[in-house]
């Protein structure tokens, strides 16, 4: 991949993250715009993307089995390692460890991943990394969901007896009201109903979706100045390079010579575990009320070292 071709693809998903960072660091606007913008992205925008995208594609003929297990063997790895670190290796409590191991393990598959490939891989790569944000939020909250209660357990601090189902209930309430959740499974239940998606809804919805990838990646730039680097450097380093080397690593490596999966496969699922972390680990850091410095520093640090680490993945991949 030539280094124009390379910078074709970065420049225009990165440049606008820093755009968004700058305007709110120089103050052009404040905080709360960006809050705002997010909050428009999440809740209308990319649910509106999901569903279009999803309703009328057609969805690839390989299993989507495979390329899970693969995802998620990468991501139970990561989890697992960056748990260890951060507890035995910088002996903190467990409820620490638990906002480690989605800090090194959570990528930023909706606001990063899907902008990528999108622009690297065109409308075939957008729907399989759309299978694989179908499940990755429910997985991802129902294991953090079960880490952190086990968690409050181990560091005394819940008198209550564990009891998995209450925590279950909980996170299918939440995924229920999620709006990406809703976007997803609506689009996947049109296409299943053969009906055609023209007119003045189409319209409407094609006018909100076109524009959810440039203000999302808007939106993470303003994010991003709120977390900056904010403590916890030495294991945040080590989270880092989990994140965005060794989770995209062991992807590839079982994809390619595991599951011997298709090479656009091979390329999304790498891509999307080279996404740095998502802004869900701060959310669960302030749930459990420790581990904010690490998850922040953590999220910047992750962002700035994804920038190179998906360019070297682009050009292996010839995008």
């Not at 790498?270 to 420790?290: D, F, K, Q, S």
């Not at 953590?298 to 998906?310: G, H, P, R, W």
């Amino acid at each position: 991949m030539s280094t124009q071709a390379l910078l074709g693809v970065i420049l225009p998903v990165f440049g606008l993250i820093g755009i968004g960072y700058f305007a709110v660091a120089v103050g052009l606007i404040g905080d709360q715009i960006g809050d705002a913008l997010g909050e428009f992205v999440f809740t209308i925008s990319l649910p509106l993307l999901l569903f279009r995208t999803l309703s009328t594609a057609g969805w690839p003929e390989v299993s989507p089995w495979p390329f899970w297990l693969t995802y998620f063997a990468g991501v139970a790895l990561v989890w697992t390692l960056a748990t260890l670190i951060v507890r035995r290796g910088f002996k903190r409590d467990a409820r620490a460890g638990v906002v480690a191991g989605i800090s090194a393990s959570y990528s930023n598959l909706v606001l990063l991943g899907i902008p990528v490939v999108n622009q690297a891989f065109g409308e075939e790569g957008l729907v399989i990394i759309l299978v694989l944000v179908t499940i990755h939020l429910a997985v991802m909250m129902t294991v953090s969901a079960i880490h952190t209660e086990i968690a409050a357990h181990q560091d005394g601090l819940s008198k209550e007896g564990l009891n998995i189902l209450i925590v279950a209930r909980r996170v299918v309430i939440a995924l229920a009201k999620n709006p990406i959740i809703i976007g997803t499974l609506g689009g996947v239940a049109y296409n299943a109903t053969g009906l055609p998606f023209d007119g003045v809804p189409r319209v409407l919805i094609d006018r909100i979706a076109d524009i959810a990838i440039p203000c999302a990646l808007l939106a993470l730039g303003m994010a991003l100045k709120r977390y900056g680097v904010s403590g916890s450097i030495m294991p945040a380093l080590w989270l880092t390079g989990l994140k965005v080397l060794v989770l995209p690593i062991t992807v590839y490596l079982i994809a390619r010579y595991v599951a011997h999966m298709p090479p656009l496969y091979v390329a999304v699922a790498t891509i999307g575990a080279t996404c740095p972390t998502g802004v869900n680990a701060y959310l669960i850091a302030t749930r459990v009320g420790t581990g904010h410095a690490l998850s922040a520093t953590t999220i910047t640090l992750s962002t700035a070292a994804s920038l190179f680490m998906m360019g070297f993945w682009l050009t292996i991949f010839g995008h």
